[in-house]
């Protein structure tokens, strides 16, 4: 059984910074793209960043210059540094990986950002 766990969610002020780690456990043979979607209220789940197993970076044009994706793949962990941080950016936070051909979700994790 695969699992996919957030963590670094907070509170937090505009401008300020949060770090988010999605780690990956259980049988895994191979991850390929990891990425971050997330889901405010009232509105659909939209990706924010998505990483391939190469590094190769995309990213949502409303985060470009404040966020960056990395990934540590020795220990199956992605990252989402959120710097510059608005209130619009306040969502839960989606970490996505597909692991041998399929597609897992974490639970989420709150980021609140207060004006």
């Known amino acids: 059984q695969v699992q996919l766990v957030e963590s670094g969610g907070n509170l937090v002020q505009a401008g300020g910074s949060l770090r988010l780690s999605c780690a990956a456990s259980?049988?895994?043979?191979?991850?390929?793209?990891m990425a971050w979607y997330r889901q405010a209220p009232g509105k659909q789940r939209e990706l924010v960043a998505r990483?391939?197993?190469?590094?190769?970076?995309t990213y949502a044009d409303s985060v470009k210059g404040r966020f960056t994706i990395s990934r540590d793949n020795a220990k199956n962990t992605v990252y989402l540094q959120m710097d510059s941080l608005k209130p619009e950016d306040t969502a839960v936070y989606y970490c996505?990986?597909?692991?041998?051909?399929?597609?897992?979700w974490g639970q989420g994790t709150q980021v609140t950002v207060s004006s």
């Open positions: 996505n990986a597909i692991v041998d051909f399929n597609s897992r």
């Open positions: 990483i391939s197993n190469g590094g190769t970076t």
């Open positions: 259980g049988t895994i043979r191979i991850i390929n793209a």
